[in-house]
């Protein structure tokens, strides 16, 4: 039986909302991609021939655009597969965008929107954690499943039953980061440096705990913690007090909008440093923010574009082919979400949430972030891919 967070508590989350964790589409809407929804539209659409209709809400505008752009990219093919296959129920898939520009009041807002539309079979996202639990104690309430590909914060899936993640909860990606730093690349001084969100704060601890614990004999300490503001452009004072600690690794609790930045800055003080970050960082955008300087940038990722694997690489093709890039691993997280709703509706044989929601805990998905199965509280386990920037270009580590 899972327990129950109260509202009050997911709302004290609002004011430090975080990052969980940049493809072209059409500008988004609050609304939904097709604009204001009325009573009458709901009437209109009602009857066996509707669409099945599902909600990527997230950060379509903004400094985390990229996340919510790809996220509805990933959606949107995996719709448009289906569809070429007859859809599901018989009926068309349709995707509905919501912007929620990474703010806990809107997500509060657009969740309230999406449970008044009156004919959502589920929503795909929201990005950051801290909005991510602001807006589940209204889908919970109103029975309307949502799947984060993002969240990691652990208290979110505990929120009720309707809500999942495709996510690995945050302790377990910084051990596998810390497993870089300390077994791989044999560091034992390490520093810290994270943005001062919901999620970057709660990152930064986990690692402290986790060397306070978890590796606790391995002889690595943390040096130093630098805690920065998301989007500074001069993070050279929290680098100069990094290395002054004598830290011989970083770990970068922030997106590649962080990490690009950091490496950059870092080099011109000492280019021998290490650099460590999770798989939020993962992203074309952070090679071409931070050029030669991220060469060496290691961060453990559920899904490496880059795979041999026929099903993945055709998924890839697919992508880049539509949207001009290739997807991240939280993209790639929205694009099984999505199969997996999808999934869930057919085996219930209805839209109805409940009846989608038990079918849910049953399935187990073959996606290309690979196997997937929830557990009783809505929350997956997977494998981590070991990736380094190498010539410009992410490559396995093995």
Same mark, same amino acid.
């Given at each position: ?25 059409? /500008? ?33 505008t903004g400094d985390n655009a990229e ?69 589940? /104690?209204?889908? !919970?309430?109103? !029975? &309307?499943? +949502? &799947? ?5 914060? @652990? ?17 377990? +990606? #910084? ?61 050279? /004072? ?22 690009? @930045? ?24 952070? &090679? +071409?923010?931070?050029?030669? #300087? ?15 694997? /026929? ?9 880049? #082919? !539509? ?21 869930? &509706? ?11 929601k038990d079918e849910l805990y049953k ?12 557990? +009783? ?22």
């Amino acid at each position: 039986m899972k327990r129950f967070l109260s509202i009050a508590l997911a709302m004290s989350m609002m004011l430090a909302a975080g990052s969980g964790c940049g493809n072209q589409a059409a /500008p988004a809407s609050s609304q939904g991609s097709g604009g204001s929804v009325s009573a009458a539209d709901n009437a209109a659409e009602a009857g066996a021939d509707a669409p099945v209709r599902i909600a990527v809400a997230a950060p379509m505008t903004g400094d985390n655009a990229e996340y919510g752009i790809g996220f509805y990219n990933a959606a949107t093919l995996m719709a448009e597969k289906w569809n070429a296959e007859g859809g599901v129920l018989g009926r068309q898939i349709e995707i509905v965008q919501y912007d929620d520009k990474n703010s806990s009041e809107e997500a509060a807002s657009i969740a309230q929107k999406i449970v008044s539309d009156g004919d959502i079979a589920g929503v795909i996202g929201h990005f950051a954690s801290g909005v991510c639990m602001v807006a589940a /104690p209204v889908y !919970q309430e109103n !029975q &309307i499943i +949502e &799947i984060s590909p993002s969240s990691s914060h @652990p208290d979110y899936s505990s929120i009720g039953d309707y809500i999942f993640r495709n996510n690995t909860v945050i302790d377990v +990606e #910084a051990s596998a980061s810390l497993d870089i730093a300390i077994n791989d690349l044999g560091k034992k001084k390490i520093g810290i440096i994270a943005i001062q969100t919901d999620w970057g704060q709660n990152t930064a601890s986990v690692v402290e705990e986790l060397i306070a614990g978890e590796y606790g004999e391995s002889g690595a300490t943390i040096v130093a913690r630098e805690d920065v503001m998301e989007g500074s452009d001069d993070y050279s /004072p929290a680098i100069t007090k990094l290395d002054a600690a004598g830290a011989d690794v970083v770990i970068c609790c922030g997106m590649y909008s962080l990490v690009g @930045p950091v490496a950059k800055q870092y080099k011109q003080i000492n280019p021998d440093n290490s650099i460590v970050a999770f798989s939020n960082a993962y992203s074309q955008q952070l &090679i +071409e923010l931070g050029g030669e #300087a991220v060469n060496g940038v290691r961060f453990p990722v559920i899904f490496f574009s880059g795979s041999e694997d /026929p099903a993945i690489k055709e998924y890839v093709e697919a992508y880049t #082919a !539509q949207f001009g890039s290739e997807p991240s691993a939280l993209t790639s997280q929205a694009y099984d979400s999505t199969g997996m709703l999808l999934e869930a &509706i057919k085996a219930a044989g209805t839209t109805d949430s409940a009846a989608v929601k038990d079918e849910l805990y049953k399935l187990n998905y073959p996606g290309v972030t690979g196997d997937t199965q929830f557990d +009783e509280i809505g929350d997956v386990h997977k494998a981590f891919v070991k990736v380094e920037i190498q010539d410009g270009k992410f490559v396995e580590l093995t």
